[in-house]
Antibody, heavy 118, light 110 residues
Framework: QVQLQESGPGLVKPSETLSLTCTVS????????WSWIRQPPGKGLEWIGY???????NYNPSLKSRVTMSVDTSKNQFSLKLTSVTAADTAVYYC????????????WGQGMLVTVSS | QSVLTQPPSVSAAPGQKVTISCSGS????????VSWYQQLPGTAPKLLIY???KRPSGIPDRFSGSKSATSATLAIAGLQTGDEADYYC???????????FGTGTKVTVL
């Protein structure tokens, strides 16, 4: 059974960089796409982007200038960096396995609340 | 801002059937497969339906999906108290080159 776990700081100061890592266990990161999705408190889901295990990426145009994703196949991990954060970036961040470049996600991490506050 | 529109809430008594609509456009639902997710309070979304009408292993056949032109529908038959959750549709938008989700629908079992 594939499991995903997000990790990183739960509190980030405004204008700084949010950094999260997703560790995949129970399966290989190879041959799949991996997505990041976020959900502001009390609101709906927003797709941030995906990365293929080979490093190809596709980002949400609304966040593209601030987002960088990377993958480390040796550690079975992929990561998200979001720069110049504001309070509007406060959300639960989910990592998920994407079955086809933005098609659908079959396995999700439990989610991690990241709060942007000074 | 979601490009897929869902009703904010639907409700029905136990054992009844509810349907949730997801309205989009020719560049998203009209051009791509639709998926549906169930989000129980305080938990991560769970895949219910993919490729418009397919169920992952372990999802009961009480849940079914369909698509017509630029709209999709999730039906839940034999409603149970454990079905109380938020439900989201999702797809790809070919024009925006972005994954998109619906506005979400809260299902209440009366």
């Amino acid at each position: 059974q594939v499991q995903l776990q997000e990790s990183g700081p739960g509190l980030v100061k405004p204008s700084e960089t949010l950094s999260l890592t997703c560790t995949v266990s129970g399966g290989s990161i190879s041959n799949y796409y991996w997505s990041w999705i976020r959900q502001p408190p009390g609101k709906g889901l927003e797709w941030i982007g995906y990365i293929y295990y080979r490093g190809n990426t596709n980002y949400n145009p609304s966040l593209k200038s601030r987002v960088t994703m990377s993958v480390d196949t040796s550690k079975n991990q992929f990561s998200l960096k979001l720069t110049s954060v504001t309070a509007a970036d406060t959300a639960v961040y989910y990592c998920a396995r994407d079955l086809g470049s933005g098609s659908y996600c079959d396995y999700w991490g439990q989610g991690m609340l990241v709060t942007v506050s000074s | 801002q979601s490009v897929l529109t869902q009703p904010p809430s639907v409700s029905a008594a136990p054992g009844q059937k509810v349907t949730i609509s997801c309205s989009g456009s020719s560049s998203n639902i009209g051009d791509n497969y639709v998926s549906w997710y169930q989000q129980l309070p305080g938990t991560a979304p769970k895949l219910l339906i993919y490729d418009n009408n397919k169920r992952p292993s372990g999802i009961p056949d009480r849940f079914s999906g369909s698509k017509s032109a630029t709209s999709a529908t999730l039906a839940i038959a034999g409603l149970q108290t454990g079905d109380e959750a938020d439900y989201y549709c999702g797809t790809w938008d070919s024009s925006l080159s972005v994954g998109v989700f619906g506005t979400g629908t809260k299902v209440t079992v009366l």
